[in-house]
């Protein structure tokens, strides 16, 4: 049985990630249920607990995810040097963050061109330490993506990507994701307020 439960049904990510957090960072409770109504948030919080060393145990009943939370004898770190918050460290590589699936306000079979041409060009110069994809930015990194293979490449070369969940779950895209991480927004803006110079394409 669960010393605390945090029902999280009805609210979208980063919600119930932020609610865990407070919890984990505060409370004194061994095991902890939470209970959530979408896969980025049962992947999202899956991802925070895990990285503060956390057993999680998932159960799927009538459309929501059951996540059974304990915490190891090693305890719970959330410091923002551990693993789910790490800053990025200046290295002067870029971070890039991506809106959009095709590059510029004219054609679509143009913009999908020129932004698998950009792709190519970011694998071909200084890799950049991160890149994040939000809204329709979440077509590039799922099954049949014009530039799968060079955001694989980027991935292989350390780059980090994360895929903003919400915009995933919103498109219907959640299945076909075939490259870089599920986040959310709170990750993603705790990244974007680091040292690198951001880029974005919209």
């Keep these: 049985m669960s010393d605390r439960v945090i029902d999280c049904r009805g609210l979208a990510c980063p919600q119930p990630v932020i609610e865990t957090k407070k919890v984990l960072e505060k409370g004194t ?15 999202n919080v899956t991802r925070l607990v895990k990285n503060a060393g956390c057993e999680v ?23 923002e040097d551990s693993p789910a918050e790490a800053p990025l460290q200046d290295d002067g590589r870029a971070v890039y963050f991506v809106t959009t699936n095709s590059l510029g306000q004219g054609s679509p079979d143009l913009g999908e061109v020129l932004i698998k041409s950009l792709m190519v ?11 994040f994809l939000l809204n329709t930015g979440v077509y590039l990194a799922v099954e049949d993506s014009p530039v799968l293979g060079q955001l694989r490449t980027l991935a292989g070369a350390g780059t ?19 490259v870089g991480t599920v986040s959310n927004m709170a990750d993603i803006n705790s990244r974007l307020n680091g040292p690198h110079k951001v880029i974005t394409i919209s």
């Design 29 to 43: 409770e061994q095991i902890i249920l939470v209970i959530v109504d979408n896969v980025p948030a049962r992947e």
């Design 57 to 79: 145990a998932t159960e799927e009943k009538e459309g929501c995810y059951y996540l059974t939370v304990r915490k190891t004898g090693a305890g719970v770190s959330l410091q």
């Design 121 to 131: 060009t970011i694998t071909q110069q200084k890799i950049p330490a991160a890149m």
């Design 160 to 178: 980090e990507i994360l895929v903003c969940g919400t915009c995933l779950n919103y498109y219907k895209l959640m299945e076909k994701l075939a």
